[in-house]
């Protein structure tokens, strides 16, 4: 009982957060955000009301009309419309940091363009098109002093942290495989979401694949040294709707992704559930992880030792000193952010290696299938 009611209220209270109130002795972080993208409410403007050191200062839109509406309905207090409109919200003084939720072929230009006017970017992931754009960005905010983060949210919750900790305490031996999934039920994604347009960077293993990627990546603690396997389902020749790949990756270490936009009904009937799910092997037991992604909804850590086939399920809703049980994914990484900006250490981060490093992976399983790396920028920064 006690923990239907602790679920209820955790996802009501992250859907709709308390507002902080400024703090007296520190001023607030002012956020522009490029575009009124649809993720938007969820992964930035919700965590950025609980948060008493940033706001939502401006939004810009290519049509007028839609930025007025998102600023209306998120009370936002400067709106930029037009076909200039991003690059007028780039040069407001007033902002200090900018979120860019931009179609991901969008990635690089917009990102070097903030870098350039001196913001720190809080950047969608996958943070480009190709490694190399990702590097060239990160060499910039370097060059310039500035915060750039690839937003990869789960990995500021205490779940990632836990499991991560659990691998890292040896307690079952060294990492064999990791298996991480990644997919959602036909009819969420629409046949015309940017998701499915080659030239904006879309591709199941871009949207949904840079995660499973990331959790590979992450829980074995290593870089993948070849891909082994790459099979896509396409939409068209170029898009996949659904990519299960293989990498091996040092130590003999056997990985498996899975990433899928949409997913069939079972039986052409029984819609498919979604799959967030991350199995870690280890020479002694077996780590399950139910729910990576979203953990705030719910999640489990199942621990099992081989020896005894003993199991015990953990959760990790907060860190000791960090964090409410409604505290989303977002809310946890927009701490991080604002602390890098402020000067203090975050409690946790994505660096520059890793940014680079996912990308390179995305891009080597797109060569090994022939598929090919989304195109290139045209942007040529100035
Ligand atoms: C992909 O997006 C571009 C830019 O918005 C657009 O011009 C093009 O028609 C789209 N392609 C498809 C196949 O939808």
Known sequence: MSSMFGLISRVRTSLNPPEAKPLPDSKPLKFGVLGAAAIAPMAFIA?????????????????KERAAAFAKTHGIEKVFGGSNSYQEL??????????????????????????AAGKHVLLEKPSANTAEETRKMFELAENKGLVLLEAFHYRFHPLAHRVKAIVESGELGAVKSTSTSLSIPRGIMKADDI??????????????????????RYFAGADPTAVLSAEHELVSPQIDRKTVATFSLPGSITSTILCDLSVPPMLKLIPALPI?????????????????????LYHSITVTTTANKKSRVEKAYTFPDLGEPWWTTYRYQLEAFVNKVKGRTPHAWVTKEDSIKNMEAIESVYAKSGLGSRPKSEYVPS
């Open 90 to 115: 780039l040069d407001d003084p007033e902002i200090d940091a900018i979120y860019n939720p931009l179609p991901n072929g969008l990635h690089f230009e917009w990102t070097m363009k903030a870098l």
């Open 195 to 216: 998701r499915f347009n080659y030239s904006l960077g879309g591709g199941a293993l871009m949207d949904m694949g840079c995660y499973t990627i990331n959790a590979m």
């Open 276 to 296: 967030m799910n991350a199995v870690i092997q280890c020479e002694k037991g077996e780590i399950k992880v139910m729910n990576y992604i979203a953990p705030t």
């Open 47 to 63: 965590p950025v009301k609980s948060h008493p050191e940033a706001v939502v200062y401006a939004v810009a839109a290519r049509s």
